[in-house]
């Protein structure tokens, strides 16, 4: 493992070079992680000038480090507690003889950056941009290998929860239920709060599961992922409770159902973004729930849960083979409840197959 | 409630306009919830120059909202599915004639205060520095009133486990089992990632769980809390298992809980911080253990689980009344084991007698 972070720095140095910078300093936790294989809480990672270097702070009581670092990277812990690694680092670059150091702009703070240019006057400093998120995009075969497998995690634990007994378990602890299932099938953790809406609260997107109890006739909607080796995958499923679904919920269901499968089958290398999104946007649209569409109909996931693309009407950019992202599209209509279906998916070339569907959990509507 | 985020923030506002600037925004996310009541995703707060407004983008999935907002603010939700709030309301306050606001450099990344710059080129930008964080330190009664309901949480989640079986469970799910007692017991969830450490992972600040098994002769460490209406506690415990800890596993222990009595005693309105720390951390220095010893021995508790003040040897300020810190001071032995113990106190003065206790579950070693 440790020639990828290698490789990836190297990467990361070629571009750096060319920007004028010879030195770098990563802060985005993600980004740190991506590059160093570990990132502990505040953990920057020093790219050059002369050698490569993972710095940290001490860490305080209750934040676990996740990962194992880069075993040929070196690494510095700071004595103070809140150690601000990013100063360390520019001291560092500067003693090293680096005359230009890029940062991360769209992460680092004013006050930090602050401190840099006073720790290091004569440093100057540039914008690396988004360059590691953009390195992060398509992703290597062990990447992917990671993702399917918190995918199969997910798809299990969300298997198990369909066999138990449901009308009468609260929203919470059905979430709490998926998110243990999901750390016994050996996922690191839950790749977010997992979501459970049953009746009116089903179908909103990111809802906090409450008190409410499971009820013959509701809609139950989750959305779940697991964590793993800290590759986050997502699956989101709407199913009916009791006998036999309500006319409106087989009409709504059936509409989401052709909305998700629109955006599914958009997934292509060289298509746009917002093509993906408006595929699966513009079946819900056309049905007269234009008001009631979430902002994005799917984003990237990897080492983040949100991370780029952005699948939503102004993105800028074409998808790549090898880019997982999720197709998510979802209808709530206030008091009623609604339907939302999430999948995780590969980008692939039609010559491979067309996408990979890594969250294989039936789309059927289930009355449970 | 609403009156009390109201007063917040005309505090907040003589002190911007004692700075020079009619109009701030807020974006650091546990400064927006103790202003606003509630802090969706990248939501930011603007204060003045002409009303108070929470601003925020749509929710992405996944990503829930805790609290409530205050009813008496008003709420703008912006398009964009990133829509970047700040950028917003330096516009909404440029608009409304103000001519210098002030932000969070300390929580504003260099990118958004370009954004800030180039959109509302004749704002003049301040530095709210940390002044919400100093509003934060002193906690009201209500505050303190969830604080207390967060440890009695944990305090019965805590009982309920050392009254089952304990030998054979691993790591992770005795951690599971705490979270799911905490949320049955009304948190909202937990405070902060639960450590469960047996054996040699022991006594180690912040240990993720493994699936090493609970042993006869070893060490059990846990460290958790309830987060209750955004309010986080912190309680550590260290026990033994089986029926008589061995001579090291006593002496160890009681050398840690002198040294955790003797940061607890020394908490009291006027002391310095580094003078509570130096309390605790010199028991186990003059026991030879000081290459061992955390950097910091406590830390402040509200809305978040680790905000000032910093109990550790080179912090600056005194405590005052009102305020909720954890003590907790802790030796590791590489190889073998060791012991933290951890309570969340409220500074109290002694005439209204001294230390409030929250974390009441007992500090006897236990022989589980």
């Excluded at 802060?27 to 002369?50: D, I, T």
Aim: contains cysteine; aromatic residues 4%.
């Amino acid at each position: 493992m440790s020639e990828v972070y290698a490789a990836r720095r190297e990467r990361l140095r070629e571009q750096c070079t060319a920007g004028g910078s010879a030195a770098a300093v990563v802060s985005q936790p993600a980004n740190v992680r991506y590059l160093a294989g570990a990132s502990p809480r505040g953990a920057v990672l020093l790219l050059g000038p002369r050698e490569d270097l993972l710095l940290c702070s001490k860490v305080p009581t209750g934040e676990p480090v996740e990962g194992r670092p880069d075993e040929h990277l070196r690494l510095q812990v700071l004595g103070a507690p809140d150690g601000d690694a990013v100063v360390a680092a520019a001291d560092l670059a500067a003693a090293a003889g680096a005359e230009s150091l890029a940062v991360e702009e769209h992460h680092l703070t004013v006050a930090r950056h602050r401190a840099l240019t006073s720790v290091a006057p004569r440093l100057r400093l540039a914008d690396l941009g988004c360059a590691v998120e953009q390195l992060r995009l398509v992703k290597d075969d062990e990447e992917i290998s990671y993702l399917r497998i918190a995918s199969e995690i997910t798809d299990q634990a969300l298997g198990e929860l369909l066999e138990s007994i449901l009308v009468g378990r609260t929203e919470r602890h059905l979430a709490l239920e998926l998110e243990r299932r999901l750390v016994d099938h050996g996922a690191d953790g839950p790749a977010f709060a997992t979501s459970v809406g049953t009746g009116p609260n089903s179908g909103r997107g990111g809802h906090r599961p409450s008190d409410r109890r499971v009820e013959e006739g509701d809609f139950l909607s989750v959305c779940l992922g697991a964590n793993y080796r800290g590759y986050r995958c997502e699956i989101g499923r709407t199913f009916v409770i009791g006998t036999s679904p309500a006319d409106w919920q087989i009409e709504l269901y059936d509409l989401v159902f052709a909305a998700q499968r629109a955006g599914r089958e958009a997934l292509a290398p060289g298509v746009a973004y917002r093509d993906v999104d408006h595929a699966a946007r513009q079946v819900l649209d056309s049905a007269g729930y234009a008001e009631q569409l979430p902002a994005l109909t799917g984003h990237g996931v990897g080492l983040e849960i949100g991370e780029d693309p952005k699948l939503a009407p102004t993105a800028m950019g074409k998808l790549d083979a090898c880019v997982p992202v999720t197709v998510e599209p979802g209808v709530h209509l206030p008091g009623r409840g609604g339907v939302r279906i999430d999948d995780t998916l590969v980008v692939r070339p039609e010559a491979d197959g067309g996408p990979e569907l890594l969250t294989i959990t039936t789309k059927e509507l289930l009355a449970l």
